[in-house]
């Protein structure tokens, strides 16, 4: 990290800057042994939060167990790049096929609706996350970059996107709004506000422990078995706990669950943020809407101006570690960290000075055919959400409303969303897992630096990256 200004107290690794600016929580007390309840979640992330939070509200009687390995809010929820979007992973034409396209674009639209349900959740529960709703920026930094921006426009519009869900930026609009280096076109959407993820998780998990849910840290999952003499259950290094459901709400840890290995691949993403900028700087970056920003790049980046000034950007350094491991400590590689300086200063050259206060990690969670489920079996008192390829901030909000429904039995618009129910198959075995990932971010790197030179099409080191990966 040689070539990277760092501030005196520069940290790489831990939770996240997020909770270096508000302090790790105190943890709660584990599981006091075996327990029974209605309802068991492993997992004290957004979903697990979320699906709670929507039970407690519609059904207070209910017995609520949340079973966290750490604390509630340490993984993604509490490492990712703040991002409140109504982008939903996964093909639409996928989607589509289970349920027909009329489906596909309901759940396009209950995304939309879950960025204000986030939002007011929020507002009623006292929830301060630094939540500003400006809207999402794309921007194409070179003629094949413009080529997908256009043509993926265009394929919204026939997914239920109107003029006012996302349009093109004049060229006047767009350096008005943000001035981003070589960008030569833009296009923005409303449906997309930011929030500081550690706030947000923080004061979920005060809401849920409110409301009656117990939620016991330091306690690990190790297995999770169907139902057994009328009960599901959660097995933990601290007891077992026993429901009636038991929902696994794990995203990038599933595999570590006995079982799980091959369900979700874990992939790591990862996050620099800077000091505050001066404001000499922000005069000639701009960006005053607070909009969040990403790019057309295979090997994309995603950024906020934060609340206090400083910019947070983030992308895929190295995106998978054999065998499904998860570097709990978060340190970012140095070479991750460096492209993405090198990405920041390209997109904001008057920002080369400023100074990098802390680098993290994470992972998020990748079902086979990176598409987004929900999904309840009443039979075995199972169920599960996540697969959210990067774009869970807002899809947890609907996973866990989903759940609810699913829980309590209801046939509901949210229940025939298309993701409810889809069956996907397992990751290949190591090690055809890790070289194929490998292949497939080589040749996505390699895409980039050759649309970036010369391309005014998409590279076909991309079309194969698409077809190996199954996207």
Same mark, same amino acid.
């Given at each position: ?7 005196? #107290? ?37 979903? !697990?939060?979320?699906? +709670? ?9 209910? @017995? ?75 921007? +194409? ?15 919204? %519009? ?8 996302? @349009? ?41 422990? *409110? ?18 003499? *009328? ?17 696994? +709400? ?5 595999? !570590? ?65 054999? !065998?499904?491991?998860? #570097?709990? %400590? ?34 998020? *969670?990748?079902? @086979? #055919? ?102």
């Amino acid at each position: 990290m040689r070539g990277i200004p760092r501030t005196k #107290d520069f940290a790489n690794g831990g939770v996240s800057y997020w909770y270096r600016q508000i302090g790790v929580p105190e943890r709660r007390a584990g599981l006091p042994g075996d327990r029974e309840y209605d309802v068991a979640i492993v997992g004290g992330g957004y979903t !697990g939060l979320w699906t +709670a939070y929507y039970l407690k509200k519609e059904q207070p009687d209910l @017995r609520i167990a949340i079973l966290e390995k750490e604390f509630a809010g340490f993984g993604a929820s509490g490492r990712n790049g703040g991002w409140l979007s109504a982008e939903f992973a996964g093909s639409r034409r996928r989607h589509a096929k289970a349920r027909g396209r009329q489906a596909m674009i309901d759940l396009q639209r209950a995304m939309f609706r879950s960025v204000d349900e986030v939002i007011g959740v929020a507002r009623d529960e006292g929830i301060d996350a630094d939540i500003h709703k400006g809207g999402l920026i794309r921007v +194409a930094t070179n003629p094949a970059q413009r080529a997908r921006l256009r043509a993926d426009l265009a394929d919204l %519009r026939t997914w239920g996107y109107g003029e006012d869900d996302m @349009r093109p930026l004049s060229r006047d609009e767009q350096h008005e709004r943000v001035n981003v280096a070589g960008a030569v076109e833009a296009t923005f959407s409303p449906h997309c506000a930011r929030l500081q993820p550690a706030k947000l998780a923080v004061g979920l998990a005060r809401t849920v422990a *409110g409301l009656g849910v117990d939620v016991f840290e330091n306690t690990t999952v190790t297995e999770i078995r169907p139902r057994q003499g *009328g009960t599901a259950s959660a097995v933990t290094t601290r007891g077992i706990v026993r429901a009636d459901y038991v929902i696994r +709400a794990t995203e990038g840890f599933t595999a !570590g669950l006995a079982g799980q290995h091959r369900q979700w691949l874990p992939m790591n993403s990862s996050m620099i943020v800077t000091e505050p900028l001066p404001a000499e700087v922000w005069k000639h970056i701009g960006w005053a809407g607070g909009e969040l920003l990403g790019d057309e790049a295979h090997a994309y980046v995603y950024a906020q101006r934060t609340a206090d000034d400083r910019i947070a950007i983030g992308g895929r350094g190295v995106p998978y570690r054999y !065998g499904s491991r998860t #570097d709990d %400590r978060g340190a970012t590689q140095p070479r991750t960290a460096a492209l993405l300086w090198r990405m920041l200063v390209k997109l904001f050259p008057a920002a080369v000075d400023v100074r990098v206060q802390h680098s993290w990690c994470g992972v998020l *969670g990748v079902p @086979r #055919d990176w598409c987004s489920t929900v999904h309840l079996d009443h039979a075995s008192g199972l169920g599960w959400a996540g697969g959210y390829v990067g774009s869970g901030v807002t899809t947890t909000n609907l996973a866990g409303r989903t759940l609810r429904d699913l829980l309590l039995r209801r046939d509901t618009e949210l229940t025939a969303l298309p993701w409810v129910g889809r069956q996907v198959r397992q990751w290949e075995p190591e090690p055809l897992r890790w070289a194929g990932v490998q292949l497939i971010y080589t040749l996505y790197r390699a895409a980039d630096r050759r649309e970036n030179e010369r391309g005014t099409t998409t590279s076909p080191y991309a079309r194969l990256a698409d077809l190996i990966s199954g996207r």
